[in-house]
């Protein structure tokens, strides 16, 4: 059906708020993954789940940014207490099989969520 | 640490016209995945064309091919007949073949002219 969503699209937070950003995966997709864009520069990688399971964490900045995926489709992204260089687009994606090599395993993207923390 | 590097921060082109994205990248392993992703200013990211490593004929998916060279870590991408929805902004993007993610260049905006 339809591609990935995320949402909302936009965020402004005062700096020192937690913030939790949603997306919706295409259905059916084993593999979700969130990427953090600051302006002008090209998606880095954060963190990636197959089905619920969370199988690589190691671009997570800090701490304050936890990821989840409670029944292996919607995952919600939670930033804690931000600070003004979390500001970013943060992009969902997911590909229907696992990381198992095959090429067919195109990322789709969402739209993105653009946060603003001031 | 894998590592793509787009050294033309902008181009641009004239409508009809041809152009070619440069790409480099880095990396220890023999097998691989490139692609090209556009990001137009609506930041939707759209997968334009993808290369196995493996395979050294080059990918075409009509007006935009790949020139890939594999000695030299070189994955260009041309755009033939430009058109006025081609402009965006284009990243070059690497991934293992046992991996998972992207690790994605710093993009290159492309302005077409009309």
């Known amino acids: 059906g339809a591609g990935v969503s995320q949402s909302p699209r936009y965020k402004v937070a005062k700096r020192g708020q937690d913030v939790a950003l949603r997306c919706d995966p295409i259905?059916?997709?084993?593999?979700l993954f969130w990427y953090q864009q600051a302006l002008g520069q090209g998606p880095e990688f954060l963190t990636y789940?197959?089905?619920?399971?969370?199988?690589?964490k190691s671009g997570l900045p800090s701490d304050r940014f936890f990821a989840e995926r409670p029944e292996g489709s919607v995952s919600t992204l939670k930033i804690q207490r931000t600070q003004q260089e979390d500001s970013a687009v943060y992009l969902c994606a997911s590909s229907r099989f696992s990381s198992s090599g095959t090429l067919q395993e195109t990322q789709y993207f969402g739209p993105g969520t653009r946060l603003l923390v001031l | 640490a894998q590592t793509v590097t787009q050294s033309q921060p902008e181009m641009s082109v004239q409508e009809a016209e041809t152009v070619t994205l440069s790409c480099t990248y880095d990396t220890s392993e023999s097998d691989y995945y490139l692609f090209w992703y556009k990001q137009p200013p609506s930041r939707q990211m759209i997968l334009v064309i993808r290369?196995?490593?493996?395979?050294?004929q080059n990918a075409t998916e009509n007006r935009f091919s790949v020139n890939f060279q594999k000695a030299a870590k070189s994955f260009s991408l041309k755009i033939s007949d430009s058109q006025l929805g081609d402009a965006a902004m284009y990243f070059c993007?690497?991934?293992?073949?046992?991996?998972?993610?992207?690790?994605f260049g710093e993009g290159t905006q492309l302005t077409v002219n009309p």
């Open positions: 789940f197959q089905n619920e399971a969370q199988l690589d």
């Open positions: 259905s059916g997709h084993v593999s």
């Open positions: 290369q196995e490593a493996y395979k050294q």
């Open positions: 993007a690497y991934r293992e073949t046992s991996g998972s993610r992207l690790t």
